[in-house]
C-alpha cells in the first residue's frame, strides 16, 4: 500500500516555473514507477511524465517536453515535477500516480495508487 501527497502548486504567471512535488509513504517506494498526470476542467485525466523505479526511464507527453522534468529521490520517497515556461493551457489539477510495476506507462487505468491533487493555475 502506498499513500501520495502532492504539494507546490499554485498560481503562477505565463512563463513562470513551479515544482510540485509527491511525498510517499511505503517502505516499497523505490519498487514503483511514477507517473505524473493532470485533468484540466471538462477534459479527461491526461499523461504528463512518468519514470522508472530507479529512474533510468522517463518519458513525457509532447505537450510538455523539454519543459517538464520529473525526478526522483528514492531516499526520500519523493518524486518532483519541475515545470518551466509554463502555458496557460497547463492550468489543471496536477495529480501524482504510483504503478507498482518498474517500468512506466502513459496510461491511467495502469497505475495503482493515486494523490489527492493539488491545484495549477498559469495566468496570461
Known amino acids: 500500500q502506498v499513500q501520495l501527497v502532492e504539494s507546490g502548486g499554485g498560481l503562477v504567471q505565463a512563463g513562470g516555473s513551479l515544482t510540485l512535488s509527491c511525498a510517499a509513504s511505503g517502505r516499497t517506494f523505490s519498487s514503483y514507477a511514477m507517473g505524473w498526470f493532470r485533468q484540466a476542467p471538462g477534459k479527461e485525466r491526461e499523461f504528463v511524465a512518468a519514470?522508472?523505479?530507479?529512474?533510468?526511464?522517463?518519458y513525457y507527453a509532447d505537450s510538455v517536453k523539454g519543459r517538464f522534468t520529473i525526478s526522483r529521490d528514492n531516499a526520500k520517497i519523493t518524486v518532483y515535477l519541475q515545470m518551466n515556461s509554463l502555458k496557460p493551457e497547463d492550468t489543471a489539477v496536477y495529480y501524482c500516480a504510483a504503478r507498482s510495476v518498474s517500468t512506466v506507462h502513459t496510461l491511467a487505468n495502469e497505475y495503482d495508487y493515486w494523490g489527492q491533487g493539488t491545484q495549477v493555475t498559469v495566468s496570461s
Open positions: 519514470m522508472s523505479r530507479r529512474g533510468g526511464t522517463t
